[in-house]
C-alpha cells in the first residue's frame, strides 16, 4: 500500500473516530405507555450529544414543549442510565387538554382582543392551548404600546372544566402608563424639531410606545439631508421617561450639469445647448430646499427657473413653496410664471397641496402675428406626490414618484377672457428585476384646454428630461405625453449601461399639428466620488421619417452632491 494512501485513511479514521466519540451519548424517550410514546416520536427530539449537561437540557426542553401543546400534568418519572452511552427518560403525560377560556375581566381592550383574533364573548375568551404562549406575549405586547412598556399578565386559578378544556383567570399588573418627558438627539444636533412633531409625528406628553417609535424613526431614512444612526433607546427613570435618537446629516447639496451637442440640420454645424441645475437643502438646519436653474438651448432660448420649499412654517404642519420661472424665445417674447402653494405632508411617502399661479408673457416685437399676443392668466391648483425611496441603492434612490397637478383659471388678452384648465403629471417606476437587472419606465404629459390658444403660452418639450433624440424645448403643444424606458443592466455598483426608447404623442391646434415621435439610443452611468457622470447617445425621428445618424444627440451630464 503506497504511504500517502495509507496517511490518508489514517486521517478519515481518526476524523470519523472523533465524530462518533464527540456524541458518544444516546438519548431515548417514551411514554407510560404504547400510545405515549407515539406521541412524544412525532415531536421529535435531539438523540446524541457531546456530554450528560446537553442531554438534561434537551430533556427540560421536551417537558416544556408537552405544556406548550396542552399536557400540562405531564411529569418526567425517571431518567435511567441503560449503558455507558444510552439513556432512557421516561414521561407520563397524562391528559391532553387541547382548549382554555381565559376570564380577563375587563382589563384587555377590545381592540387588542381583536387585533388577536380572538372571539370574545362577555370578559372571557377561548383559544387553543398550543397558541396561548403566544397570544399572551402578543397582548402583553400591545399593552406596553399603550404606555405601559413593564406590564405582565399572569394566568391564576387554572381549573379543569372538562375532559378537554380549562378555564382560568387573567391576572395584569398595573404599572404607571408612561409618556415621553424628553426628546434628545445625538449625533446631529441641530437636527429640525418641526421633523420630529410633525413629520415623525413624535411629541413630548405622547404615550410612549416603542413600536411607534421605532416605525417613525425609519421613516428619517426617507430624508434627503438626514439619516438614522441606529435605533432610538429609551432611558426610564422612577419619574420620567426619555428618548433618545441617534440621527447624523448627510450630503444633501447637489449641482446638476450637462452639455449637449448636434448637427444642425439646416446648416450642417455643431450646435451645443446645456443647463445647470443647483439644489440647496437644509443649509440653515430647517429642511429648506432651494432649486435654482439656468436653460440655454440651440434655439435661442433661455429659462431660469427658481424654487424655494420651506416646510414647516412657523412650527405649523403646513409648508410653503414658491416658484418662478422666466422663459425667453430669442427676440420674440418673454414669459414669466409665479406660483405659491401650501403644502401639507400627510407621511413620509404622501404630500397635498393647494395654490395659485400667475402667468404674464410679452410680445418683444410687437408682430402682428396672431398667434403671439400679450397676455396674462391666473390658475388655481391642487397637487398629490407620493414618492416611494429605496435608500440602499446609491445610483437610483427613488423607486417610485407619482405627481400629479390639476388647475383651473382664465387668461386675459386684447379684452378678451377665456376660461383654462390644466393638468400635469410626471411618474416613473423601477422595476429591479435581479442585483444587476432593472427596468425604468417614466411617463410625463401635460395639456391646456382652452378654446384658443397662443403660441406664446403653449408647453414646450424634448431633450434630455423629456423625449430624448431632440433638441431642447424644441417641440410645441398644446396637448403631449411621453414614455421613456430603459433596460438597465449594473457592470458593477458603481456602473451601469442602458437602452434608451421613448415615444411621445403631441398635439397642436394652432398648427392643426398632431404625431407620434420616437427616440432610440444608448447610454452610461458612472458614479465616482465627483459625481454621477451620465452620457446618452439618442437620434429622434417622427413617425414617417427615417433615422438619419446625423440627426443623433449625445447628451453628457453630471451630478454631484456636496
Known amino acids: 500500500m503506497p504511504k500517502k494512501f495509507r496517511i490518508y485513511s489514517t486521517l478519515i479514521f481518526c476524523l470519523f473516530f472523533a465524530q462518533v466519540y464527540s456524541q458518544n451519548l444516546e438519548l431515548k424517550v417514551i411514554g407510560s405507555d404504547e400510545t405515549e410514546t407515539k406521541v412524544i416520536d412525532s415531536l421529535g427530539y435531539e438523540n446524541y450529544f457531546k456530554d450528560y449537561n446537553s442531554l438534561n437540557k434537551e430533556v427540560d426542553s421536551i417537558s416544556k414543549r408537552f405544556l406548550t401543546i396542552g399536557y400540562i400534568n405531564s411529569k418526567l418519572l425517571e431518567i435511567s442510565k441503560q449503558n455507558d452511552s444510552l439513556f432512557l427518560a421516561q414521561f407520563s403525560l397524562k391528559t391532553h387538554f387541547k382548549s382554555i377560556t381565559i376570564n380577563h375581566n375587563g382589563l384587555i381592550d377590545k381592540d387588542i382582543l381583536k387585533l388577536s383574533d380572538l372571539k370574545s364573548e362577555g370578559n372571557s375568551f377561548t383559544l387553543p392551548i398550543s397558541k396561548l404562549e403566544q397570544t399572551l406575549e402578543f397582548i402583553n405586547a400591545e399593552i406596553a404600546n399603550q404606555g405601559k412598556p413593564f406590564s405582565t399578565l399572569q394566568l391564576k386559578e387554572i381549573k379543569q372544566e372538562n375532559e378537554t378544556s380549562l378555564s382560568a383567570s387573567l391576572e395584569l399588573s398595573q404599572p404607571i402608563e408612561r409618556s415621553i418627558d424628553k426628546i434628545i438627539i445625538k449625533g446631529y444636533e441641530k437636527f429640525p424639531k418641526t421633523y420630529i412633531k410633525h413629520y415623525m409625528k413624535i411629541k413630548t406628553g405622547q404615550r410612549f410606545n416603542l413600536a411607534?417609535?421605532?416605525?417613525?424613526?425609519?421613516?428619517?431614512?426617507?430624508?434627503?439631508?438626514?439619516?438614522?444612526?441606529?435605533?432610538?433607546?429609551?432611558?426610564?427613570?422612577?419619574?420620567?421617561?426619555?428618548?433618545?435618537?441617534?440621527?447624523?446629516?448627510?450630503?444633501?447639496?447637489?449641482?446638476?450639469?450637462?452639455?449637449?451637442?448636434?448637427?444642425?440640420?439646416?446648416?450642417?454645424?455643431?450646435?451645443?445647448?446645456?443647463?445647470?441645475?443647483?439644489?440647496?437643502?437644509?443649509?440653515?438646519?430647517?429642511?429648506?430646499?432651494?432649486?435654482?436653474?439656468?436653460?440655454?438651448?440651440?434655439?435661442?432660448?433661455?429659462?431660469?427657473?427658481?424654487?424655494?420649499?420651506?416646510?414647516?412654517?412657523?412650527?405649523?404642519?403646513?409648508?410653503?413653496?414658491?416658484?418662478?420661472?422666466?422663459?425667453?424665445?430669442?427676440?420674440?417674447?418673454?414669459?414669466?410664471?409665479?406660483?405659491?402653494?401650501?403644502?401639507?405632508?400627510?407621511?413620509?411617502?404622501?404630500?397635498?397641496?393647494?395654490?395659485?399661479?400667475?402667468?404674464?408673457?410679452?410680445?418683444?416685437?410687437?408682430?402682428?402675428?396672431?398667434?403671439?399676443?400679450?397676455?396674462?392668466?391666473?390658475?388655481?391648483?391642487?397637487?398629490?406626490v407620493y414618492t416611494k425611496r429605496q435608500n440602499y441603492d446609491f445610483l437610483f434612490p427613488v423607486n417610485f414618484l407619482f405627481d400629479i397637478t390639476g388647475g383651473f383659471g382664465n387668461r386675459e388678452f386684447d379684452d378678451i377672457n377665456e376660461d383654462q384648465t390644466k393638468f400635469a403629471l410626471n411618474t416613473f417606476?423601477?422595476?429591479?428585476?435581479?442585483?444587476?437587472?432593472?427596468?425604468?419606465?417614466?411617463?410625463?404629459?401635460?395639456?391646456?384646454?382652452?378654446?384658443?390658444?397662443?403660441?406664446?403660452?403653449?408647453?414646450?418639450?424634448?431633450?434630455?428630461?423629456?423625449?430624448?433624440?431632440?433638441?431642447?424645448?424644441?417641440?410645441?403643444?398644446?396637448?403631449?405625453?411621453?414614455?421613456?424606458?430603459?433596460?438597465?443592466?449594473?457592470?458593477?455598483?458603481?456602473?451601469?449601461?442602458?437602452?434608451?426608447?421613448?415615444?411621445a404623442y403631441f398635439e397642436n391646434k394652432i398648427s392643426d399639428q398632431k404625431g407620434k415621435l420616437f427616440g432610440f439610443g444608448f447610454g452610461f452611468g458612472l458614479l465616482s466620488k465627483a459625481g454621477l457622470f451620465r452620457f446618452n447617445y439618442t437620434s429622434g425621428k417622427s413617425e414617417n421619417q427615417r433615422f438619419k445618424l446625423s440627426d443623433s444627440k449625445i447628451h453628457l451630464s453630471l451630478t454631484a452632491s456636496f
Not at 436653474?293 to 440651440?298: A, G, I
Not at 424634448?462 to 431642447?472: C, D
Open 212 to 384: 411607534r417609535v421605532k416605525e417613525k424613526t425609519s421613516e428619517l431614512n426617507d430624508l434627503r439631508f438626514a439619516n438614522q444612526i441606529k435605533d432610538p433607546e429609551v432611558l426610564f427613570t422612577k419619574d420620567s421617561t426619555i428618548l433618545y435618537m441617534y440621527i447624523e446629516k448627510t450630503k444633501s447639496n447637489a449641482f446638476d450639469g450637462f452639455l449637449g451637442f448636434g448637427t444642425n440640420e439646416d446648416t450642417n454645424k455643431i450646435e451645443f445647448d446645456g443647463y445647470l441645475n443647483l439644489r440647496l437643502t437644509n443649509n440653515l438646519n430647517y429642511g429648506e430646499t432651494l432649486n435654482l436653474l439656468y436653460k440655454s438651448d440651440e434655439n435661442d432660448q433661455q429659462t431660469f427657473d427658481g424654487n424655494v420649499i420651506m416646510p414647516y412654517m412657523f412650527g405649523s404642519p403646513l409648508g410653503v413653496e414658491l416658484n418662478l420661472n422666466i422663459f425667453k424665445k430669442d427676440s420674440t417674447f418673454v414669459t414669466a410664471r409665479q406660483s405659491a402653494k401650501l403644502n401639507y405632508q400627510i407621511n413620509s411617502n404622501h404630500i397635498v397641496g393647494v395654490g395659485i399661479s400667475g402667468v404674464n408673457s410679452s410680445d418683444l416685437l410687437d408682430t402682428e402675428v396672431s398667434s403671439i399676443n400679450d397676455f396674462s392668466s391666473s390658475y388655481y391648483f391642487t397637487n398629490y
Open 429 to 503: 417606476k423601477i422595476f429591479n428585476l435581479n442585483d444587476r437587472n432593472s427596468f425604468y419606465i417614466r411617463g410625463s404629459g401635460q395639456i391646456i384646454d382652452s378654446g384658443t390658444y397662443l403660441e406664446n403660452e403653449l408647453l414646450r418639450f424634448g431633450g434630455i428630461n423629456s423625449i430624448r433624440g431632440f433638441e431642447e424645448n424644441s417641440l410645441i403643444a398644446n396637448l403631449f405625453g411621453v414614455i421613456n424606458t430603459e433596460y438597465r443592466y449594473r457592470l458593477n455598483r458603481d456602473i451601469f449601461v442602458h437602452t434608451v426608447i421613448d415615444a
